[in-house]
């Protein structure tokens, strides 16, 4: 059983462009959420998607945006690149939005480094 | 709105030593609380989960913690340290929604 698998697995981007990241759940799950790690620090939830459409939203700009495909897998976009997007973004999956007794499974995150 | 504080950012502790991290959460609705570890350049793994069941929670890799709902606090423990957990380790907190919480997280040395 495959877990949640993420592509690719470092970015090297310039400021000002835009990037797209890439999350397949874990069979069996149908929600995905999205995290930005910097560097020392700890996850920042940035958005879930359930249904395709975006059920949750942290404090992060329009920059960000997202889509989730019929398949479950998702997408994460971020436009117009600054130095400080750089960070491990790591994706989630879960249970439904309600799954309040399921666990949240990650996976091996994408190192985007911005320069 | 709920948050999280882990107290000390790196610990250090002998090989064969216990292990304890500390974690205090605030949350306005009943808590389902995570202890996650990361190894460098990876993922985070769930150690072990606590949803409104039994206080004492065991984990895996020898890992346990304790939900105290006076104290606010979920702190994760193990007897005698391995080499093998030297890692990062980080609380979170669910409240609403599968949206995660986590604290600032804790980098522990293990010394031979």
């Known amino acids: 059983d495959a877990g949640v698998t993420q592509s690719p697995t470092h970015l090297i981007k310039t400021r000002g462009q835009q990037v797209t990241l890439r999350c397949s759940p874990k069979s069996g799950h149908d929600t995905v959420s999205w995290y930005q790690q910097a560097l020392g620090q700890g996850p920042q939830f940035i958005f879930q998607y359930y249904e395709e459409e975006e059920r949750q939203r942290g404090n992060f700009p329009d920059r960000f945006s997202g889509h989730q495909f019929p398949n479950y897998s998702s997408e994460l976009n971020v436009n117009a690149l600054l130095l400080g997007d750089s960070a491990l973004y790591l994706c989630?999956?879960?249970?439904?939005?309600?799954?309040?007794?399921?666990?949240?499974?990650f996976g091996q995150g994408t190192r985007l480094t911005v320069v | 709105a709920q948050s999280v504080t882990q107290l000390g950012s790196h610990v250090s502790v002998s090989e064969g030593a216990l292990v304890l991290l500390r974690c205090n959460y605030s949350s306005s609705v009943p808590p389902y609380l995570f202890w996650y570890v990361q190894y460098p350049n990876q993922g985070l793994q769930l150690l072990l989960k606590?949803?409104?069941?039994?206080?004492l929670v065991k984990g895996i890799n020898g890992f346990e913690a304790e939900f105290k709902k006076s104290e606010t606090s979920f702190h994760l423990t193990k007897p005698s340290a391995h080499m093998s957990d030297a890692a990062e380790y980080f609380c979170?907190?669910?409240?609403?929604?599968?949206?995660?919480?986590f604290g600032g997280g804790t980098r522990v040395l293990v010394k031979p």
């Open positions: 979170a907190v669910r409240a609403a929604g599968n949206k995660l919480t």
């Open positions: 989630a999956s879960g249970s439904g939005v309600r799954g309040l007794n399921t666990e949240a499974f």
């Open positions: 606590y949803t409104s069941a039994a206080t």
